[in-house]
């Protein structure tokens, strides 16, 4: 969506590009739909209609708040226009192409436009010195956070799905974080497996090569707090996230040595990124504790840097693999 160069003053201007961002995701999910069906594609015309669906009860619900905080809509705000991604045809032409489509590029489509939605409200709220304006912002970029990980969460299992994968992959258990030392495990190791695919793909990179160096002082840093927390507070990471853990290593070792082409690589590193986003923000749905959410907000704010700055680098080659 091109709205960061809209100068937001008040809720109202606020509420109003909001209702406008829903209105243009509801056009543009049923035009697309409707050009699924045209090409007899229709797996993706039924997701677009779902998402249509989606968009109209985020209207209603923006509606039902305005009248309830007593905010009037602005009729002269703009119309909200998406952006397409720097990756051309991936998300893009063939999104909209009824016979080259699939669940999986039209699902990236709506992704990215979710996570500049997300950019959008996080940048209203930081740069306001409207209080009411930064709160409201605030719960909407969490809206948007969770429509973007909901799309993430979908889009991954469209990409397996295309790709007939046999064997199941283990995932990363938000239900074993138990404290901050069971978090911090589990950062160390994606991490890890970030670092050592990052340095296999960093050559004639400097922008991954940059993003390597920067994982390997997270890894550090990581392990330091843990270690400290074994220290001090004798808290170890469980029984539960070590075996999750244990079982992920075997599979991505596995992977490695079967698909060790750089194209293949690329995807990984782009879908564990991914992933680790999705993990990291469900701890932080999840979590009873208020060290840990704090923990996994930090990390969800780096993995979602990270994702930008690999579909910088990587372009067409990452997209494909989220």
């Not at 201007?13 to 209105?23: G, H, K, T, V, Y």
């Not at 670092?195 to 550090?220: F, H, V, Y």
């Not at 969800?300 to 680098?313: C, W």
Request: aromatic share 6%; net charge negative; hydrophobic share 40%.
């Amino acid at each position: 969506m091109n709205v960061l160069s809209t100068h937001v003053k008040t809720t109202g201007d606020l509420m109003s590009i909001a209702l406008q961002a829903e209105r243009e995701a509801i056009r543009r999910y049923s035009l697309l739909a409707a050009k699924m069906r045209e090409g007899e594609n229709e797996a993706t015309a039924e997701l677009f209609e779902r998402m249509v669906t989606e968009e109209q009860e985020h209207e209603r619900l923006l509606l039902a708040w305005m009248a309830h905080e007593g905010i009037e809509e602005k009729h002269g705000i703009a119309p909200i226009s998406w952006q397409d991604p720097a990756i051309s045809t991936i998300y893009n032409d063939e999104a909209r192409d009824p016979y080259q489509s699939s669940p999986y590029r039209a699902l990236a489509f709506a992704v990215h436009n979710e996570e500049l939605a997300f950019r959008f409200y996080t940048h209203v709220a930081a740069d306001s010195d409207n209080e009411k304006v930064r709160k409201y912002a605030e719960v909407l970029a969490r809206e948007e956070l969770g429509h973007a990980a909901l799309l993430r969460a979908e889009r991954r299992r469209a990409f397996h799905a295309e790709r007939n994968a046999a064997t199941v992959e283990p995932r990363l258990d938000p239900g074993v974080v138990f404290n901050e030392a069971d978090l911090l495990a589990a950062a160390i190791h994606i991490d890890q497996f970030l670092a050592e695919e990052m340095n296999a793909l960093a050559q004639g990179s400097p922008e991954i090569k940059a993003l390597a160096r920067e994982t390997r002082l997270q890894i550090n840093s990581n392990e330091n707090v843990l270690y400290e927390k074994s220290k001090d507070e004798k808290k170890l990471p469980g029984d539960a996230i070590l075996d999750n853990l244990a079982q992920i290593k075997s599979y991505n070792d596995s992977l490695l040595v079967e698909n060790d082409a750089q194209v293949l690589r690329i995807q990984r590193l782009c879908a564990c990124c991914d992933r680790s986003f999705s993990f990291y923000d469900a701890v932080v749905e999840t979590t009873k504790d208020e060290a840990v959410m704090l923990t996994a907000q930090r990390l969800t704010s780096l993995a979602l840097d990270r994702i930008e700055i690999l579909k910088q680098a990587m372009g067409k080659e990452c997209g494909c693999a989220e």
